[in-house]
């Protein structure tokens, strides 16, 4: 049995997964957190939250690396940990950090932190000549009303370090780019109260459709498990509506992508993680949009295991432990899967959704979770505000997707003003 460094989490599906991993593989954990009431209070009405279940609870300053290494290594002394692990981006570069100041297995902190700054991904990758778009980081007003000039609108304007497309909106003009880049501006520290860098990152708009590609890497070796399609609504915010694995590509597209994403991982250095890679297939070919060196949000991992039975969460502990990861296919009954998100587009506070009755029963359906009502809902300008989602199986090939939209067209939210 070993015993794994929890250090923070994200409080969606993540946090239940990795939790549920652990357990099954036969290990235990310890929590470390600076704000245990947040998830306390993500929790569902009279239950725990999973990752209560930790053998032991710290509280400490997560935001403060320097004084937290120590503080670890006296914990590591008194509890000895053979890992360290989180599922949430803001906290990846400090896992990286505390398993390389113990002598544990993971990737380099330098790697990650290079993967987790989407500025620092662009410069390592145009280094490479990993395909991207035309890019420039600007660090105030004037810097970006030129850059847009000199790349040419449409551009699409990027905090670099937050996560969930917060923020991230196409701009076809200087008076689009001046409201967007204020926004940013204005939101100096993110949700965990870490303060942000304050530059920006314009890029050029590209054109096709998204993908993103799961990979594994270890030893050395990257593995791609497959390629995920994505939809994308809520312009001129990016907001992902949907996923199905895997993506109704062709070949050629999919190996493409696939290589890609690979070029990416050896670019920045990345081994030892599950990662998600974010690419776009232009009319010249991929183009890399992002890469997140941890397993993907929005339960695409359940997507993969619903098809595949290969369970991404499992892999995550594995590689984090340094022992090679079971990738092995097994027959699930399912071709395809696929998941829809309710978005909303009006605010208020939520009175009902008509129809989930019908569809808690419907054919085919894999999971479905809902907001309560009496929820305050605000229209989606990113991946935080979702009402909920379904997700739906195909057993004879690609068709999840559509039954997943018959299915979302079943739901009608009812929000009322406030």
Known sequence: ?????????????????????????GHEFT???????????????????????????????????????PLVERAHGALGFDAVITSCDYYLPTAARIAGRLGLPGPSSAAVENACRKDATRRVLADAAVPGPRFAVCADWAEAADAAQEIGYPLVLKPVDLCA??????????????????AIADFPVN????????????????????????????????????????????????????????????????????????????????????????????????????????????????????????????????????REPDLRRRATGLRSAAIGFLVPDTEGVLESID??????????????????????????GSNNEYLGHVMAGDAEGLGARDRVATLLSALCPKVVGR
């Open 191 to 322: 949700a965990r109260g870490q303060r942000r860098e304050p530059v920006v990152l314009l890029e050029e708009l590209l054109r096709g459709p998204e993908v993103s590609v799961e990979t594994v890497s270890f030893a050395g070796s990257g593995q791609v498990v497959g390629v995920t399609d994505k939809s994308v609504g809520g312009a001129p915010a990016f907001i992902e509506t949907g996923h199905m694995f895997p993506a109704a590509l062709a070949a050629a597209d999919t190996e493409a992508a696939a290589q890609t994403a690979l070029q990416a991982l050896k670019a920045l250095g990345l081994d030892g993680v599950v990662a998600h890679t974010e690419i776009k297939l232009t009319a010249d070919g991929p183009r890399v949009v992002e890469v997140n060196p941890r397993p993907a949000g929005n339960r695409i991992t359940e997507l993969i295991r619903h098809v595949t039975g290969i369970d991404l969460a499992a892999a995550c502990v594995d590689v984090a432990l340094g």
């Open 165 to 182: 497309g917060m923020f991230v909106r196409r701009v076809d003009d200087e008076s689009e780019l001046t409201h967007a880049y204020r």
């Open 355 to 380: 129809g989930a009755g019908d569809v808690r029963t419907a054919a085919d359906l894999l999971e479905i979770q809902l907001v309560e009502p009496g929820k305050v809902v605000k229209a989606a």
């Open 31 to 69: 929590f470390l957190t600076r704000d245990l009431h947040h998830y306390l209070r993500s929790a569902p009405e009279g239950t725990a939250h999973p990752l209560l279940a930790a053998h032991n609870v710290l509280t400490a300053d997560t935001n403060d690396i320097e004084a937290l290494l």
């Open 1 to 25: 049995m070993a015993h794994l460094l929890m250090v923070e989490s994200w409080v969606g599906s993540m946090s239940r997964l990795l939790p549920r991993a652990i357990r099954e593989g």
